[in-house]
C-alpha cells in the first residue's frame, strides 16, 4: 500500500484495519473499534482546541481589539495559558450546593458537552474524512444541539439558585425560540441538494457556493446560530452585570470549566456548520483530487467565519430581552419564511445554466432585501409618530395644568 500525500486519511485508515484485520480481529469487529477511536481522538483533539488553543486566541483577539495585550507570560506568546489555566481548574474544589438535585447537577455539564462535540460527527473535513454520512444530518445537527440546551436548563434548575434559574429561563426564551428561523432557513440548502445530508451539501456547492444564491438564509442561519451559542450581543444566558454569572452560578472547577470550553468549542461549531452548509465546505481548485488541501480550505473558512463571530462579540453591546425576542419573532422568523418561498419559487425560474441560477437568486435576494428595508422603513415612521404624538399630548397636558 503506498504512501499518498495528499490523501493521507485513507491511507491512515486502510492500514489500522488491514493491521487489526492481521492481528486476527474480523473486518466487522475491526471497522467498529476504529470507528470507536476516531470517535474518541475526535473529541480529545476538539476539547484540547477548545479548551487551550482557541481560549488563548479568543482572549488575544479580544486584547487587540479592545487595545490590550492578553495572555503573554505563560509560555511563548502566552500559548500556554490555556494549559495552565486548565491545570488550575483540576485542582480547584468540587463544591455542591446545599438543596441541589446532585444528579441533575452532575449531569448538566455531561450533556453540554457532549451535545457540541457530537454535532462533529456529521461534518465532513475532506473528502474521504467525514465521521458519519447520514442522510438526514441537517436533523441530526438541530436535535443534537438541542441537547446542549437541555443541559443549560438542567445547570440553572438543579442548582437551587435563583440567579441561575433566571438564567435557566433565559434559556427557554432566547435559545429555543431562535431555533425555530434557523431550522426554517436549513429547508434552502435540502432544497437546492436535494438532501440533509452534509456532504451532499457539500458535494453540490461545487460550482456555486450557496451563500451566493442565498445570501439572506446565511446570515440568518449565522446570526440564529451566535444567539444560540448565546455569545454577545446575545449573552443574556450568563449576563454577568444582572444574574452574577447566569445559569453556572453555582459551578466550581473542572465543571465550570467544561462549560467553559464547552461555549468556545460551539462557537468553532457553529463556524464549521457556516463554512460547510454555505462557503462550500472543503470544496476548492484541485479539493476532490487532494483531499489534504479540501482540509485547508475548510479550515481557512472556519477560521474566517470565526473571526468575525469574535469580532461581532467584541464590538457589539448586550440587548435587553424584549428586543431579543422581538428580533426573532418578528423580524429573524417571518424573514425566514420569506426567505424559503422566495429561494423556491427563484429555484424553480432559474435556468440549468449556472448564471442563470445566480443571477435570477440575486434578484429574488436583493428583492427581498429592498422589501424588508421598505418594511422597517414603515414600521420606523409608525413607532416615530406614536412617540411624536404622545410627547405632543404629555406637553400640551403639562400646559394645561399650569394653566
Not at 485513507?10 to 477511536?37: D, P, Q, S, Y
Not at 465546505?281 to 468575525?308: D, H, S
Request: with cysteine; glycine share 8%.
Amino acid at each position: 500500500m503506498d504512501f499518498n500525500f495528499w490523501d493521507p486519511f485513507t491511507w491512515i485508515g486502510e492500514w489500522l484495519l488491514n493491521l487489526l484485520v492481521g492481528w486476527g480481529l474480523a473486518e466487522t469487529i475491526a471497522l467498529t473499534l476504529l470507528r470507536f477511536a476516531g470517535a474518541v481522538v475526535l473529541a480529545l483533539v476538539l476539547l484540547l482546541i477548545g479548551g487551550v488553543l482557541f481560549t488563548w486566541l479568543d482572549r488575544k483577539l479580544s486584547a487587540r481589539i479592545q487595545d490590550r495585550l492578553g495572555p503573554n507570560r505563560v509560555g511563548p506568546f502566552g500559548l500556554f495559558q490555556g494549559i495552565a489555566d486548565t491545570l488550575k481548574l483540576l485542582t480547584k474544589e468540587d463544591i455542591i450546593p446545599a438543596g441541589a438535585d446532585k444528579i441533575v447537577f452532575n449531569l448538566a455539564p455531561l450533556l453540554v458537552t457532549m451535545s457540541v462535540v457530537g454535532i462533529w460527527a456529521v461534518v465532513p473535513f475532506a473528502p474521504t474524512l467525514i465521521g458519519t454520512d447520514l442522510n438526514v444530518g441537517l436533523l441530526y445537527i438541530i436535535s443534537v444541539g438541542s441537547i446542549g440546551t437541555l443541559g443549560i436548563m438542567m445547570a440553572g434548575w438543579a442548582s437551587n439558585n435563583k440567579f441561575a434559574l433566571l438564567g435557566a429561563f433565559r434559556t427557554v426564551a432566547q435559545m429555543v425560540a431562535y431555533e425555530v428561523p434557523m431550522v426554517v432557513v436549513l429547508l434552502v440548502p435540502t432544497m437546492f441538494t436535494g438532501s440533509m445530508s452534509v456532504h451532499a451539501i457539500v458535494e453540490g456547492q461545487s460550482s456555486l457556493w450557496y451563500v451566493a444564491l442565498a445570501p439572506v438564509a446565511a446570515l440568518i442561519f449565522l446570526t440564529t446560530s451566535i444567539a444560540e451559542l448565546g455569545r454577545a450581543p446575545f449573552d443574556l444566558l450568563e449576563a454577568e452585570s444582572e444574574l452574577v454569572a447566569g445559569f453556572n452560578t453555582e459551578y466550581t472547577g473542572i465543571k465550570w470549566g467544561m462549560f467553559f470550553a464547552s461555549e468556545f468549542l460551539h462557537g468553532l461549531t457553529i463556524s464549521a456548520l457556516t463554512a460547510a452548509i454555505f462557503l462550500g465546505g472543503w470544496q476548492g481548485p484541485g479539493a476532490e483530487a487532494r483531499p489534504l488541501l479540501g482540509f485547508v480550505y475548510f479550515m481557512i473558512k472556519t477560521m474566517v467565519v470565526y473571526f468575525g463571530v469574535t469580532l461581532l462579540r467584541f464590538s457589539m453591546p448586550r440587548v435587553r430581552i424584549d428586543q431579543l425576542l422581538d428580533l426573532n419573532w418578528k423580524f429573524l422568523t417571518p424573514l425566514a419564511l420569506a426567505a424559503v418561498c422566495v429561494t423556491a419559487v427563484a429555484e424553480k425560474l432559474a435556468l440549468a445554466t449556472n448564471w442563470s441560477r445566480l443571477g435570477v437568486h440575486i434578484i429574488a435576494n436583493v428583492g427581498l432585501l429592498i422589501l424588508t428595508l421598505g418594511a422597517l422603513w414603515v414600521r420606523a415612521r409608525m413607532v416615530r409618530r406614536r412617540f411624536e404624538t404622545e410627547q405632543m399630548r404629555l406637553a400640551a397636558r403639562s400646559e394645561s395644568a399650569a394653566d
